[in-house]
C-alpha cells in the first residue's frame, strides 16, 4: 500500500509543469490583453502591482530587522510605467510605517504619473534633488534601495544619462537592492553579467526569462491574473498560500 502511495505521488509530482518565465514580447501581449480585453484599467495595474511590491518588501525586510536606527528607504523611480509603480510602492511603505524617500530624475508628462506623484507629495514623501554620488552617504542614510527605473520596455542597450549614471552609483553601493520585475540595465531575456546585483527580486505578472537563474530572494506578484490568461499562455503560476497576493518563489 505504501509503495502504491508512494508512486502515485511520485506520479503526480511529475505531472506538475514548470514555472513559464516570459519574454519581452509575452509580457507585453499579456499586459495588452489585460488591459484592451479584460478591460482593467492601467492605473488599476500600477496599484495592485506597487502595493504587491511594498508588500513584499516588508516581507523581504521586516520592520524590526532594519540596521538602521530609522527605517529609511531610497526609492529610485524611472520615466516609465516602472517608475510609477515606484511612486505607488513608497506610499505603501509609507503607511506601512517605512521612511521612503523618492528620486525621481525625469518626471513624466502623463497624467497617471502626475497624479501618482501629487499623492507622494500630499503623503509628506521627500523626493531628493539629486543622488549622491558619494556612495558611502547612500550606505549611510538608508537600509534598502529599491530600483524601480528601467522596466521591461526598455532598451538595456542604450540607457541613457542620467539612468546610465545612477547605475554606475548603484553597482558600488553595499545597501541591499530591491529591483521591480527586471533589474535596472538587464536584458529581459537573459541574465546581467555586469549589471547591478539586486539582492532581493518582485517579479510582476509572471516572471520574465532574465530571472530564471535569479539567486537572491524571489517574489512573484500576479494573483489577480485571470485563469484564462493563465492557461492560454501556459503560466503554470504557484498556488498562494491563504489570502495572500504574492509568493516567494
Not at 54 to 60: F, P, Q, R, V
Not at 76 to 104: K, W
Amino acid at each position: 500500500m505504501d509503495k502504491m502511495n508512494h508512486s502515485s505521488a511520485e506520479a503526480e509530482a511529475e505531472t506538475i509543469e514548470p514555472l513559464r518565465y516570459l519574454s519581452k514580447e509575452e509580457a507585453a501581449a499579456i499586459e495588452t490583453e489585460l488591459l484592451r480585453d479584460y478591460r482593467f484599467g492601467q492605473q488599476q495595474l500600477i496599484e495592485i502591482w506597487g502595493q504587491a511590491c511594498a508588500t513584499a518588501i516588508t516581507k523581504a525586510y521586516p520592520l524590526a530587522t532594519l540596521a538602521k536606527k530609522q527605517p529609511t528607504v531610497l526609492v529610485i523611480c524611472g520615466p516609465d510605467q516602472n517608475g510609477s509603480i515606484g511612486l505607488v510602492c513608497a506610499r505603501y511603505l509609507r503607511m506601512f510605517e517605512y521612511e521612503p524617500t523618492i528620486y525621481h530624475p525625469k518626471r513624466s508628462s502623463q497624467s497617471l504619473h502626475q497624479d501618482f506623484t501629487v499623492q507622494c507629495e500630499k503623503m509628506d514623501i521627500p523626493f531628493l534633488s539629486y543622488l549622491p554620488t558619494e556612495v558611502q552617504l547612500i550606505n549611510d542614510a538608508y537600509n534598502l534601495v529599491i530600483d524601480a527605473m528601467l522596466g521591461p520596455e526598455a532598451d538595456h542597450g542604450n540607457i541613457k544619462e542620467p539612468y546610465s549614471g545612477i547605475l554606475v552609483t548603484l553597482k558600488q553601493i553595499k545597501t541591499p537592492i530591491v529591483s521591480v520585475d527586471v533589474p535596472s540595465g538587464w536584458d529581459v531575456e537573459e541574465p546581467s553579467q555586469d549589471g547591478i546585483s539586486p539582492d532581493v527580486l518582485i517579479s510582476l505578472t509572471a516572471p520574465k526569462k532574465c530571472a530564471m537563474r535569479f539567486s537572491g530572494k524571489h517574489f512573484l506578484a500576479g494573483r489577480f491574473l485571470p485563469y484564462d490568461i493563465q492557461k492560454k499562455y501556459e503560466l503554470n503560476l504557484p498556488d498562494y498560500p491563504g489570502t495572500d497576493c504574492l509568493i516567494e518563489l
